[in-house]
């Protein structure tokens, strides 16, 4: 079907748009609801799993306490996920890489939806649920390529224990991600920060370094966030509405596939 075209955002957003050579974009689980991916918090479907809250099911205490239960955990989502494709949202974003000349991507989505859309180099700052990492050598493992035979899978490297390869609550992130997030958003002009509550840190320390920086700082969220006021512009709704109409012209009568 199609569909007329409509400016959205500001005049100044059209326009950095259009002459930013440095932008970055920082998504959260937001930019996954359209494929059918639950979100943590904000409005209908949270995540709990078998009546346990995710903060305590994700987290690196439920890790030394029951493995197994993790594991079980990850592996219902990865097979919900296996049916999922990327929305609008996803691909929009994939091909802004294209069109900027330093463009960076961070995500706090384990889901590989952006990789699945296309994005390349993507700064995973939480992991990936399709991955594996094995406790004794560290060893990373693609999931669907390793034979999973027993509860806990094995390190074909060393024979270990391996557990899910995503950076739960109260563990550290992976090493440089942060940082290399931190630089590209401190030299950026133009950030978008897209379906994130804002909560959880340190990721939601990067519009705030963005800003502090002087660039101009957008959110796409159908909710305010605490990073709301804090931002040069606010589009509310989804983003798989909005990041495809984003820089497109209102020429009156033009018209986009919708
Ligand atoms: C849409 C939409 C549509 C819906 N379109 N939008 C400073 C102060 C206080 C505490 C801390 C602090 N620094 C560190 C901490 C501790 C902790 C933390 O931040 N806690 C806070 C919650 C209080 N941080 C950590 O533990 C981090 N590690 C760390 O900092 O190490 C050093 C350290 C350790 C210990 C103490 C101190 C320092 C690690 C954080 C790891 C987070 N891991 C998780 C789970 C991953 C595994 C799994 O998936 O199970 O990552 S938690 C969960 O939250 C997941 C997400 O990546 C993350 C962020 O959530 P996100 O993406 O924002 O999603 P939601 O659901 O919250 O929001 C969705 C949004 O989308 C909503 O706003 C909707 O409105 C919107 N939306 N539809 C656009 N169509």
Redesign the pocket.
């Known amino acids: 079907m199609q569909s007329v075209a409509h400016q959205v955002g500001s005049e100044k957003l059209q326009q950095i748009f259009s002459t930013a050579e440095k932008v970055l974009v920082l998504t ?4 996954s ?2 494929s059918g991916v639950p ?5 209908g479907n ?2 709990v799993w078998k009546g346990m809250p ?1 903060e305590i ?2 987290s690196a205490g439920m890790l030394a306490r029951d493995l197994p239960a993790v594991w079980e955990w990850f592996n219902y989502r990865r097979e919900r996920l296996k049916a999922l494709k990327p929305n609008p ?1 996803h691909q929009a974003i994939a091909r802004w890489q294209e069109r900027f000349r330093q463009f960076t991507l961070v995500t ?3 889901d590989g939806l952006h990789q699945a859309a296309g994005s390349r180099k993507v700064v995973e ?3 990936n ?1 399709w991955r594996a990492r094995c406790f004794d050598c560290g060893a990373r493992h693609d999931l669907r390529e390793l034979r999973v035979d027993h509860e806990v899978p094995i390190c074909i490297d060393c024979g270990g224990r391996m557990r899910p390869d ?8 992976p090493p440089g991600a942060f940082e290399r997030a931190a630089r590209e958003a401190e030299q950026c002009e133009l950030c978008f920060v ?11 320390l990067l519009p705030e370094t963005a800003r502090a920086a002087g660039a101009y700082v957008v959110e ?4 305010a ?1 605490p990073l709301s006021s804090l931002c040069d512009e606010v589009l509310s709704g ?3 509405e909005i990041l495809p109409m984003v820089g497109m012209s209102s020429v009156p009568g033009a018209v986009a596939t919708g």
């Not at 959260?28 to 930019?31: C, K, S």
């Open positions: 959260g689980a937001g930019v609801a359209e979100t943590f918090r904000g409005g949270t995540a995710f099911i994700s949202a706090q989505n384990i700052l939480h992991g649920l995503v950076v739960l609550f109260g563990e550290m992130l897209v379906g994130t509550s804002a909560v959880v840190y340190p990721a939601a796409v969220n159908p909710e966030t989804k983003a798989g």
